[in-house]
């Protein structure tokens, strides 16, 4: 600009206005970095069930490691074997009604000795969220069981999927996590992969702000409590998206009620899920020459190192794996060829699991159709049946790892 | 958007702070020069920095010519990458196709097979102010000498990406007053808040609004007519506010360094008449189209039907800059025909003269229609052409 120059205070001065400034900036990041760092320490979610939709990335709710260790320790004791419950929305309990979700069988199943908190996420595998925060609380809660669930030969990413990756992140950074030579690999190689070295350099910057101003904390417990400022599907334009996320209720609808059984079955879709179904078995397998089913060896070698992979060595054996069945209902529509490709599916991945380590079973073979809300998820009925089921296998769990006298 | 990503945040400040703290001239650009270079390497990636870098050695070295003759082909050069790396297949889609299936498929592949996934980051912008610059000298300006000068001017990183496009003329003087320790603490506080209300129009207006119209449009025929204008004026206000958001955080974060640019917003939809909205709406760009398409055409010196024609012509380029579609260029159209009725309907004889007496005498009634016509012409804008006549017609209740 051809503007004449004002002309400059005394250096003195300057300095002086310059300290104050920067001063008051040091002082007001660390104030905010004490109270989001309060905030992470605090179980902001009283009453909590669930991850339920409105705190969930789906809403542009990003629940932090912080927030989800103080959740679990409010629903845990330190004398209680903590159960973590991961996984994806069938663990989460879709179409079961918050009240009567499945987990809260398990935790009247299990009694007093145990105390259990459901962190499942809808569509994430068995090393995210719950995993992560389970892996983080490894010291302080050496009683543990962690529960995931997932499809048949099915491989998992040792740092969890897309959608729920900033938690692994979270804990990664923040240096919580269990140093594993092969995970550390796959760290490498992904951040170092060259079309994402724009995400690498935002993942490593935005954790390592956050682990010194805990801002995501602090966002959230504002965002939680008080005013949501981001839109998204909750309450998307304003003034409809400040309302805080406290005052969504968990509206997951209950199966069994009259008005959704129109919702459950659709003819509509049939075909597709008749597809999802097949292919969870019909991708993997391969004739072999005696005739059987046999999965093909590329997908066995996956499924082996990414199961190895999936979790540290010394938490495998606290880890069971759930492999879920789908509805009766559509498994009726299979041939009997497919059905018996289908059990070799179930029965290799439950084998390939305890192989790697963990404990695994598959469940859902001898429910009803009642038992299901839809081709995958459960209805409060077959949650009941669930947590019977899971709860045995804790109980096995602690007695075989002396976590109860 | 590139302002509101992490990355962006830790460098901001960083390249800010060590700038003004820096002692010495050459030190502070030295500082600046690597600052904004690694900006756009980090932005752009190799692809979309090597064919930037040979723009500018080719502007650079036809500016120090001072050779009429290359300035020209300079400019060629730029108006060329330009078209290539932004407009080959839009251009081979519309002036080959139609002769050609084969040649156009042809072509196409062989665009495909040369051209790097996206176009290089602010291909425009940098188009736009090497032409400035090199026409500029061509008419007698100084050439810049130095190269780092050069290299700030091109790549200066808070307008690297959506401008303001910048006018050497402006920069260098503001540029030149920074580094010699200029830049005063009220430069530093003005830019502060101007970021903090960049970033306010962006995250707080811009994008809840941009979430309401996604949810909205879809509906709008089913839509009551009172919320069919309510959803017109959320599409009209998140281009205002993420536009002027993004200008407000370029134009702050150059204040911060004591380097002013040039404004781009002035409150657009105040405006009472359409060439009283293109003079308050993207001003860098239209200032450009004016000074280098329109005058050059011969602007309003050869009668009204050459000024309409220059008007026209300038404004389907400017809507063919947004980007290659035919929707782009036919919102430019609009507006240039909107501004062709502007300027010469009062030439009318009884009509003409009457509506501009209304009009004098009851501004509000201009500023009305001037909102109506801009924001019926976000919808060419944004939507494929016939949803955007169904809706516009909608709007009417028809």
């Given at each position: 600009m051809?503007?004449n120059l004002s002309?400059?205070?005394p250096?003195?001065?300057r300095?002086?206005?310059?300290?104050?400034f920067?001063?008051?900036?040091?002082?007001g990041?660390a104030?905010l970095?004490f109270?989001?760092?309060r905030?992470?320490?605090t179980?902001?979610h009283?009453?909590?069930?669930r991850?339920?939709?409105?705190?969930?990335?789906?809403?542009?709710?990003?629940?932090t490691?912080?927030?989800?260790?103080?959740?679990a320790?409010?629903?845990c004791?330190?004398?209680?074997?903590?159960?973590v419950?991961g996984g994806?929305?069938?663990?989460?309990?879709?179409?079961q009604p918050?009240a009567e979700?499945?987990?809260?069988?398990l935790?009247?199943?299990?009694?007093?000795a145990y105390?259990?908190?459901?962190?499942a996420?809808?569509?994430?595998?068995?090393?995210d969220?719950g995993a992560?925060?389970?892996?983080?609380?490894?010291?302080?809660?050496?009683r543990?069981?962690?529960?995931a669930n997932?499809?048949p030969a099915?491989a998992?990413d040792s740092?969890?999927?897309d959608a729920?990756r900033?938690l692994?992140?979270?804990?990664y950074f923040?240096?919580?996590l269990?140093?594993?030579p092969?995970r550390e690999?796959?760290?490498?190689?992904y951040?170092?992969?060259p079309s994402?070295?724009s995400e690498a350099?935002?993942?490593?910057?935005?954790?390592?702000?956050?682990r010194?101003?805990?801002?995501h904390d602090?966002w959230n417990?504002?965002g939680?409590?008080?005013?949501?400022?981001?839109p998204?599907l909750?309450?998307?334009?304003f003034?409809?998206m400040?309302t805080?996320r406290?005052e969504?209720?968990?509206?997951e609808p209950d199966a069994?009620d009259?008005?959704?059984?129109a919702?459950?079955?659709?003819?509509?879709?049939?075909?597709m899920?008749?597809?999802i179904i097949?292919?969870?078995?019909?991708l993997?397998?391969?004739?072999?020459p005696?005739?059987?089913w046999?999965m093909?060896?590329?997908?066995?070698?996956d499924?082996i190192?990414?199961?190895?992979?999936?979790?540290?060595?010394p938490?495998?054996?606290r880890t069971?794996?759930?492999?879920?069945?789908?509805s009766?209902?559509y498994r009726a529509?299979?041939?009997?060829?497919?059905?018996?490709r289908?059990?070799?599916?179930f029965?290799?991945?439950?084998?390939?699991?305890?192989?790697?380590g963990?404990?695994?079973?598959?469940?859902?073979r001898?429910f009803?159709e009642d038992d299901?809300?839809d081709?995958?998820?459960?209805?409060?009925?077959g949650?009941?049946k669930l947590?019977?089921?899971?709860a045995n296998?804790?109980?096995?769990?602690a007695?075989q790892r002396g976590y109860l006298? | 958007?590139?302002f509101?990503?992490?990355?962006f945040?830790?460098f901001a400040p960083?390249?800010?702070v060590v700038?003004?703290?820096?002692?010495?001239k050459?030190?502070?650009?030295?500082?600046?020069a690597?600052?904004?270079a690694?900006f756009h390497?980090h932005?752009?990636?190799p692809?979309?920095?090597?064919p930037i870098i040979?723009?500018?050695?080719?502007?650079?070295?036809?500016?120090?010519s001072?050779?009429r003759g290359?300035c020209?082909a300079?400019m060629l050069?730029?108006v060329?990458?330009l078209?290539?790396?932004k407009y080959?297949f839009?251009l081979?889609?519309?002036a080959?196709a139609?002769?050609s299936?084969a040649?156009?498929?042809?072509?196409?592949?062989?665009?495909?097979?040369?051209?790097?996934?996206?176009?290089?980051l602010g291909?425009?912008?940098?188009a736009f102010?090497?032409?400035h610059?090199?026409?500029e000298v061509?008419r007698?300006?100084?050439?810049?000498?130095?190269?780092?000068?050069?290299l700030l001017?091109?790549?200066?990183?808070?307008?690297?990406?959506?401008g303001p496009?910048k006018?050497?003329a402006?920069f260098l003087p503001?540029?030149?007053q920074?580094?010699?320790?200029g830049?005063?603490g009220?430069?530093f506080a003005?830019?502060l808040?101007?970021v903090g209300?960049?970033?306010?129009k962006?995250?707080m207006?811009?994008?809840?609004?941009t979430s309401y119209?996604d949810?909205?449009?879809?509906?709008?025929?089913?839509?009551h007519l009172?919320?069919?204008?309510?959803?017109l004026?959320a599409?009209a206000?998140r281009?205002?506010m993420?536009?002027?958001?993004?200008?407000?955080i370029?134009?702050?974060?150059?204040r911060?360094?004591g380097?002013?640019?040039?404004?781009?917003?002035?409150?657009p939809?105040?405006?009472r008449?359409?060439q009283?909205?293109?003079?308050r709406w993207?001003?860098s760009?239209?200032s450009?189209l004016?000074?280098?398409?329109?005058i050059?055409?011969g602007?309003?010196r050869?009668g009204?039907?050459?000024r309409?024609?220059n008007?026209?012509?300038?404004f389907?380029?400017?809507?063919l800059?947004?980007?290659?579609?035919?929707?782009?260029v036919l919102?430019?159209v609009y507006?240039?025909a909107?501004l062709?009725?502007?300027a010469t309907y009062?030439?009318?004889p009884?009509?003409?003269i009457l509506i501009?007496?209304i009009?004098?005498k009851e501004?509000?009634?201009?500023w009305?229609?001037?909102l109506?016509?801009?924001?019926i012409?976000?919808?060419i804008?944004?939507y494929?052409?016939?949803?955007?006549?169904?809706?516009?017609?909608?709007?009417?209740?028809?």
């Open positions: 051809s503007e002309p400059l205070p250096v003195g001065e300095r002086l206005r310059s300290g104050w920067f001063g008051g900036l040091a002082v990041l104030a970095g109270l989001g760092r905030a992470g320490q179980d902001y009283p009453g909590f069930v991850l339920s939709t409105p705190i969930t990335p789906e809403a542009n709710y990003y629940p490691v912080d927030e989800l260790c103080a959740v320790r409010s629903k004791r330190p004398d209680q074997v903590l159960v419950v994806n929305s069938v663990l989460e309990g879709v179409w918050a979700v499945w987990t809260r069988a935790q009247a199943d299990l009694g007093p105390g259990v908190v459901n962190l996420f809808r569509g994430s595998c068995p090393t969220g992560v925060v389970s892996e983080v609380l490894r010291k302080e809660y050496p543990q069981v962690y529960i997932d499809s099915t998992v740092i969890g999927s729920y900033f692994f992140w979270q804990a923040s240096g919580r269990v140093h594993v092969m690999r796959r760290v490498r190689d951040l170092l992969f994402r070295r350099a935002e993942i490593l910057i935005r954790e390592t702000a956050d010194a101003l805990r801002f602090l417990r504002v939680y409590g008080h005013f949501f400022t981001v998204s909750y309450g998307s334009a003034p409809q400040l805080p406290c969504f209720p968990d509206l069994t009259p008005s959704q059984v919702f459950r079955y659709p003819e509509s879709s049939e075909a899920e008749l597809k097949r292919n969870l078995s019909g993997a397998y391969g004739r072999a005696d005739g059987r046999e093909l060896p590329g997908r066995r070698a499924l190192r990414t199961f190895a992979e999936a979790f540290p060595d938490l495998k054996g069971l794996i759930l492999i879920s069945r789908s009766p209902h529509m299979l041939t009997a060829d497919e059905s018996a289908d059990d070799q599916a029965k290799d991945s439950v084998a390939l699991w305890r192989e790697a963990c404990h695994s079973i598959e469940y859902g001898d009803g299901f809300g081709r995958t998820h459960l209805s409060k009925l949650g009941r947590a019977d089921l899971v296998e804790v109980r096995a769990i007695a006298k | 958007m590139i509101t990503t992490y990355w945040l830790a960083l390249a800010i700038f003004r703290i820096l002692p010495g050459g030190a502070k650009l030295g500082w600046l690597l600052a904004c690694v390497y932005f752009a990636g692809a979309g920095v090597v040979v723009l500018m050695i080719v502007t650079y070295f036809a500016g120090l001072r050779h290359l020209v300079a050069v730029c060329a990458a078209c290539f790396y080959a839009f081979i889609g519309a080959v139609p002769i299936a040649l156009s498929g042809r072509l196409e592949e062989g665009a495909k097979s040369i051209m790097p996934g996206a176009p290089p291909i425009s912008f940098f102010e090497f032409i610059y090199l026409f061509r007698g300006q100084e050439p810049i000498r130095n190269p780092f000068k050069f001017f091109a790549i200066f990183f808070p307008s690297l990406v959506a496009i006018r050497c402006q503001s540029l030149e920074a580094s010699r320790g830049a005063m009220a430069d003005e830019g808040a101007r209300m960049g970033f306010f962006k995250v207006i811009a994008d809840p609004l119209v949810e909205a449009q879809p509906h709008f025929a089913q839509e009172f919320t069919r204008w309510v959803i004026a599409i206000f281009i205002l993420d536009f002027s958001g993004y200008s407000d370029a134009i702050g974060c150059a911060m360094l380097i002013r640019l040039p404004e781009n917003f002035n409150w939809y105040g405006a008449n359409l009283e909205f293109w003079r993207h001003i760009l239209t450009w004016r000074d280098y398409v329109y050059p055409l602007g309003n050869h009204v039907a050459r309409v024609f008007g026209f012509a300038a389907a380029l400017c809507g800059w947004h980007g290659p579609a035919w929707h782009y919102w430019g507006h240039g909107g062709g009725v502007c009062r030439k009318i009884m009509a003409g501009g007496r009009f004098d501004p509000y009634l201009g009305l229609v001037t109506v016509f801009t924001w012409g976000w919808l804008f944004f494929p052409v016939s949803e955007a006549m169904q809706m516009a017609r909608q709007a009417f209740g028809l």
